[in-house]
Each structure stands twice: as structure tokens, then as C-alpha cells.
């Protein structure tokens, strides 16, 4: 029996073009996670390469969803064509009936479907998908002294909801060189946005001399956390911390920094989450996480 059988649901997938399924969504993560994706309407709107697998009451409330989306990785030196799996939930009162375990299955057929050779998600229920293959990839940042100072060189402020810098910011992701090579989205460019505005700590500043965006935060004294770059060409950790005018003492890396002239001691980085892989090689060479800005 299928799940519409058991629920009286009605089952929509690719549904992102249709503003009320939308904001069906946009209601369904709020409930559950107290999440706002709608302002990514402004941001250029959601990942185009999507595909949400959704079911809705009669009214039009959505009930359970998971969605799909091309999340391209470099993983131990090789660029992986990925799917990203985001915005798990169904709804209290239709729990416990199945429509997760269908939804599931429905989008992993469909990355099956599309070639996807791996498929990675965050979670802080494993358990809900190691019984499809997925494994835990353990996550490090990297910690240590902070690189020797060189002549400040200058930086403004992003702000992603001015034009302008969004436009700037869109030339800089479509173009980006991964921040690691041994974990690092390709591209994702809906997922930094976004993430720019869910965490009220992070700055954006723009290096003009390397035309390079840089997301990061202080979350002590003297203490820099370097969150992700997004440019062609990666400047060094000291150049960076120049354009932002910053005097450091310690600083950490939310990446393995292979590309940045430093180096750091590697510390297991704990969040409520993990991020699980299935697919062929879910080991790291290496320490290293996905910079906090791919998080989705
Ligand atoms: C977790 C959640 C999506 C489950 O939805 P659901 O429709 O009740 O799940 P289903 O009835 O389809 O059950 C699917 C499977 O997950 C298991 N499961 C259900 N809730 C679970 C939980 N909290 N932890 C671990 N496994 C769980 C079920 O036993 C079932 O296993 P089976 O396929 O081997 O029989 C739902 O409780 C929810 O939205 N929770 C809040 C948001 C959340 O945690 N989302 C997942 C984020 S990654």
C-alpha cells in the first residue's frame, strides 16, 4: 500500500516554480527547525537544480518533505558529482506512518536516476540513514597561531541584499576555486548566500586586491575563526587577515587550509549534526570539514 493509501496526502515533487507550495516550505522549516528560507527569494532564489519530494494535504499544507539539489564536492583531491539531500521533515501529527521512509526513497531513486555517484546530507538522526548506505565523515577545523602580519591592504563589507554586491558575490561563486582539496563544495552558491543571513556573527568582506569574498567571524579576542573564501585564486591566510585590517592572535579554519600558507593542529569539530556520505570513498585522506557556509 502506498503512503498516499495510508495518509489521504497528495504527492508533489519539483514543485519550487509554484509560490504557494513554496511557502508551504518555507512554513514546514520554520515550524520544524525555526528556519527562514524565504528571503533566499531575494538572493537569486532556491538552488535551480532542486527537486523536492513533498506531500500535501488537500489545503495545501505540506506535511513531509525532502529535497534533492547538485552539491558537487572535491573529496580527497577529486571532484565528486554529488547530490545534497535538505529540508527533512514531516509534520507531528503525520509522524510515525511512513512518509519519511517514502520521500527517502523517492530522492535517493531520483540520485540514482540522475548519475549522482554520492549523495551527502547533515543530520542529528543517523540512525534515519545509515539503513541506506550513508556513513558519518568525522569533522575537523584546524586551530593555531595566527600568521605574521603583513601591511593592512584594505576591504569593505559585503551585504548580500544590496544588488550590487549579490550580483558581485554570484560572479565570485559561479567561478570559485574549492577552498580545500581534501573537502570542499565545488559550487553551491544558494547555500553561502543563505547562510550569510542564518548566522547574525558572520562578516563578508571583499579583498578587491584578490578579488576575494571572505566569510568569518571573531568569536574572541584576538582570536580569528576563517569561515570560507570564495575567489578564483586563493590569497594566503596572512593577506587576509591584511585586507581585514585585523590583528590576530590564534586563529582556526573551518576547512583543512591546504591553500592558504598555514598550517594549524587539527581539532574534532563538534555541532548538533553530522555529515554523512553514501557513495564511493567516504574517508578522508586528511582531517577537514565543509566550511560552515555550505551547510544546508
Ligand atoms: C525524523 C522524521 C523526519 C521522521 O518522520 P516520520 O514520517 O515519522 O518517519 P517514518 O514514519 O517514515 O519512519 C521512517 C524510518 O525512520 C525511523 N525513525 C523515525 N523517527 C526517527 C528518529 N527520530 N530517529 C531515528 N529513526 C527514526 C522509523 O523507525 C522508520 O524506520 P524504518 O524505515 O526502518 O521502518 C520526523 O520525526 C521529523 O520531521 N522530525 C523533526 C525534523 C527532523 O529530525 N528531520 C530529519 C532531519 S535530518
Known sequence: MSAAHLTGLNFRQDYF???AAWAALVSLLDDTFGIDIDPLRDLGGPDPTSMPFGWFTDEGVLAANLSAFAMPFVLNGRL???AGLQSGAVRPPWRGRG???DVTQKALAWC???GFEAVILYTDKPALYEKYGFRPLPLHKYVGQAPIAMDHSGSRSLQPRDTEDLALLQGLLATRKPVSETLAVASSPAMFLINTLLDTDV??????EYKAAVAWKMPADGH???LDVVAAEIPSFAAILAGLGI???TVETHFRPDRFQWSGKAVPYESGTRLMVRGPKGSLDHPAMLSPLADF
Request: glycine share 0%; no cysteine; charged share 20%.
Open 17 to 19: 516554480s509554484d509560490p
Open 224 to 226: 580569528f575563526a576563517l
Open 99 to 101: 512518509l519519511y521512509r
Open 80 to 82: 565528486i558529482n554529488a
Open 112 to 114: 540514482e536516476a540522475q
Open 203 to 208: 562578516r563578508l568582506s571583499y579583498l578587491e
Open 247 to 249: 590583528l590576530a592572535t
